[in-house]
C-alpha cells in the first residue's frame, strides 16, 4: 500500500532563503507526482507535475526533483518570499488507478 | 479559463437536511474528482468520474452521499440526511488527461452541520 510523507510537518525561514520541502512514498511504482500549495481557507493550487520518466520540472523560482528509486521528491524553492507562505501538499498517482495518495502536508511560514 | 466552479463556498445547515454541493469543471475536461478534507482525515476522495460516469465511488462514505453527473460542465454531491461528522471542505477537481493526470481544484465549499 503506498504511503506518501511529508517531513517537517511545519518550517519557518527568513525571507530570501532558499529552502527545500520533501516528499516520500513507499511504493516506487508510480505514475507522477504532483506539488500543490494550499493557502489557508483556499483550494488547492497545483505547482508542479513529474511525471514518472521524468527527474525534475521547473517553474518560476521552484523546482521540484524525482527519485523513484529512492522514493523521493524534493521541492526546492530559491529566494523564498512572505507570499510563499502556505501548506505545501505533494501526492502521488500510482499505476494501478487514478487516486491520488495525499501527503498530509508541510506548513511553510517565511517571516519578513 | 475561469477554473473549476464551485457553489455554494460556505454551506450551514442543520442535521438531518439535505446539501447539495454543486460544481463546473473546466471546459475541454474528461475527469472529474470529489475530495473531502478534514484535520483529522487530511484529504480524501470520494468518487471520481470519467466522461461523466463514475469509475470509483469506494471512497464514499456511507450511502448518504450521493454524486451525479448530468452533463460534462456540470456536477453534484449530495448529502441526505446530513450529520454533524461530515462537516469538512469539500473540493472538486477536474483533468483533461489520464495520461498526464495534473488535477486542477477549485475553492471548494465548507460544510458546516449544526
Known amino acids: 500500500k503506498q504511503e506518501v510523507t511529508q517531513i517537517p510537518a511545519a518550517l519557518s525561514v527568513p525571507e530570501g532563503e532558499n529552502l527545500v520541502l520533501n516528499c516520500s512514498f513507499t511504493?516506487?511504482?508510480?505514475?507522477?507526482l504532483q506539488w500543490f500549495r494550499q493557502d489557508p481557507g483556499k483550494g488547492l493550487t497545483s505547482l508542479l507535475l513529474?511525471?514518472?520518466s521524468q527527474r525534475e520540472q521547473t517553474s518560476g523560482r521552484l523546482n521540484a526533483s524525482l527519485d523513484k528509486s529512492s522514493g523521493r521528491s524534493t521541492l526546492y524553492i530559491a529566494a523564498s518570499q512572505p507570499g510563499d507562505s502556505a501548506t505545501y501538499l505533494c501526492?502521488?498517482?500510482?499505476?494501478?488507478?487514478?487516486?491520488?495518495?495525499w501527503g498530509a502536508g508541510t506548513k511553510l511560514i517565511i517571516k519578513p | 479559463d475561469a477554473g473549476v466552479i464551485q457553489s455554494p463556498r460556505h454551506e450551514v445547515t442543520e442535521m438531518g437536511q439535505e446539501v447539495t454541493l454543486r460544481c463546473k469543471p473546466i471546459?475541454?475536461?474528461?475527469?472529474l474528482f470529489w475530495y473531502r478534507q478534514t484535520m483529522m482525515r487530511g484529504l480524501e476522495l470520494l468518487i471520481y468520474?470519467?466522461?461523466?460516469?463514475?469509475?470509483?465511488d469506494s471512497g464514499m462514505p456511507e450511502d448518504r452521499f450521493s454524486a451525479k453527473m448530468p452533463n460534462a460542465s456540470f456536477s453534484t454531491l449530495k448529502i441526505q440526511p446530513s450529520e454533524p461528522r461530515d462537516s469538512a471542505v469539500y473540493f472538486c477537481?477536474?483533468?483533461?488527461?489520464?495520461?498526464?493526470?495534473?488535477?486542477?481544484f477549485g475553492p471548494g465549499t465548507r460544510l458546516t452541520v449544526l
Open positions: 468520474f470519467n466522461n461523466n460516469v463514475p469509475i470509483d
Open positions: 513529474i511525471q514518472s
Open positions: 477537481a477536474s483533468s483533461d488527461r489520464q495520461f498526464s493526470g495534473e488535477q486542477f
Open positions: 511504493d516506487s511504482a508510480i505514475y507522477n
Open positions: 471546459s475541454g475536461h474528461d475527469y
Open positions: 501526492a502521488v498517482r500510482t499505476d494501478s488507478n487514478y487516486q491520488l495518495i
